[in-house]
Each structure stands twice: as structure tokens, then as C-alpha cells.
């Protein structure tokens, strides 16, 4: 039993490799390409729609939804970034029913650079909204003693992200391994099937944190500029 795809080597040239996590992501990002094209190649504008566009839209605005009630903000701006994060996971893990597929996200490499994504997509938010001055000068608010500080919880927060999906769908293979090894065939059916609503979960969870984490860097953002917008009033009406 391997602990991560990493540890499964397909090819191996001198110093170069490829891994199971390599050939498994870009296997996933074709289907999900392959997917997205199949499915959006004959969408209709019409007064009626297909059944299966019906669907579709239901789906996108469970989504809008659900980003809307986390950001209280126009959800389309993140629909893009958040839902693929949310169907990328998600693909992954419904795919490890399949036997010999090995989930990209049972590789910690894999939900750190999803974890670094999100890293990067907070402070971007942050700036398309306030500018890059205004975003980094909240790192050294309300005095610059909390920059370490605020560095370290952005880069925490980054790791508690990847760890916790990564530790969650391993314990999940491991789980599946055990009981087919020494239990009856009927108890690993179980775990697959509770597996496949295990993965769905985690990929709502990674995808709801990665909207609070930006939701609460704009909060932070709006409140300083409001707080500071009363005392630009007050020295205008001095002056």
C-alpha cells in the first residue's frame, strides 16, 4: 500500500520521473477539459432549454448560491476560481472508486499547490479591490509590530488548508485498503460508497474555506477603509 501517489513511479529516466500524481492530475485536467467542451458545445438561449442544461444551471446557481451567502458578494467574480477548485477536487476523488486510479489529492505536493492557489488568489482579490498599497498596508495594521504575525497566519493558514484535505483523502485510501484486506467484500463496497460522499464533502470544504479565507481578506480591507474614511472627512472639514 503506498501512503501517496508520489511514491508510485511510472517512468524513470536518470534524474527525470514521472509519478502516479503527475500522469493522474493531467489525466483529470483532460477529462475535465474534454467534459467542459462535450458539455457546453450546444447550450441554448432559447425560452426552453434542454433537460440536461436545466441541470446544469441548477447546478451553477447552487454554486452562485452558496459563494453568495460565504462573500456577501456578487458571486460571478468568484465563480470562476472557487468552482474550479470545487469540481477539480471533487473529480478526484470520485474517480478513486475506479480500480488502479490514484487520487491527485492523496499527494501532498498536489493540495499544497492547491492550497498556494489559494494563497495567491486572497491578496489578488484583495488588491483588484483596494490597490497594492492599500492591501499591504493592512499587513502592518494597527502598528507594524504585526507584520510577522500577519505573514505567519496567512502562511499557516495556507498550510492547515492542504494538510487537511491531503490527510483526509489518504486516511480514506488506507481505510479502504485495510478492510479489503481483512474484512469480507461487502465492508470495502460501503467504505467506496462512503468514500464517494466523503470526497464530495471535502471538495465543499476545501472550496467554502478557500471563499471564507477571501471573503474575510475584503472584509478586512472594507473595514479599514472605512474606518478610515471618517478620519479623512474630519481632517478635510479642518483644513
Known amino acids: 500500500m503506498h501512503l501517496s501517489p508520489d511514491n508510485i513511479i511510472l517512468i524513470q ?17 483532460l477529462i475535465l477539459s474534454f467534459g467542459s467542451w462535450f458539455v457546453t458545445r450546444h447550450l441554448s438561449k432559447g425560452a426552453e432549454i434542454p433537460r440536461w442544461q436545466n441541470f446544469l444551471e441548477s ?43 490514484q487520487p491527485p489529492t492523496g499527494s501532498l505536493s498536489t493540495t499544497t499547490a492547491l492550497a498556494l492557489c489559494v494563497l495567491v488568489a486572497v491578496p489578488a482579490y484583495g488588491i483588484a479591490d483596494t490597490g ?26 495556507t498550510l492547515a488548508l492542504a494538510v487537511r484535505l491531503f ?12 478492510l479489503l484486506a481483512i474484512a469480507p467484500l461487502i465492508f470495502p463496497v460501503i467504505m467506496q460508497l462512503l468514500g464517494l460522499l466523503t470526497g464530495i464533502v471535502q471538495a465543499y470544504i476545501f472550496a467554502i474555506l478557500a471563499a471564507v479565507y477571501i471573503a474575510a481578506g475584503l472584509k478586512i480591507h472594507e473595514e479599514k477603509s472605512h474606518e478610515n474614511q471618517p478620519e479623512n472627512n474630519r481632517k478635510n472639514s479642518i483644513q
Not at 140 to 156: C, D, K, R, V, Y
Open 167 to 178: 490527510g483526509n483523502v489518504m486516511s480514506g485510501s488506507m481505510i479502504g485498503g485495510i
Open 132 to 157: 497594492i498599497r492599500g492591501y499591504l498596508k493592512n499587513y502592518i495594521m494597527p502598528t507594524p509590530m504585526m507584520l510577522p504575525f500577519n505573514i505567519t497566519g496567512e502562511i499557516s493558514r
Open 59 to 101: 447546478i451553477i446557481s447552487m454554486i452562485l448560491g452558496q459563494i453568495k451567502d460565504v462573500t456577501r458578494q456578487n458571486p460571478r467574480r468568484f465563480i470562476a476560481f472557487l468552482g474550479t477548485l470545487f469540481i477539480f477536487v471533487a473529480t478526484c476523488n470520485l474517480l478513486s472508486v475506479i480500480p488502479g486510479f
Open 13 to 29: 529516466f536518470e534524474f527525470f520521473s514521472i509519478n502516479a500524481t503527475m500522469v493522474f492530475t493531467w489525466l483529470v485536467m
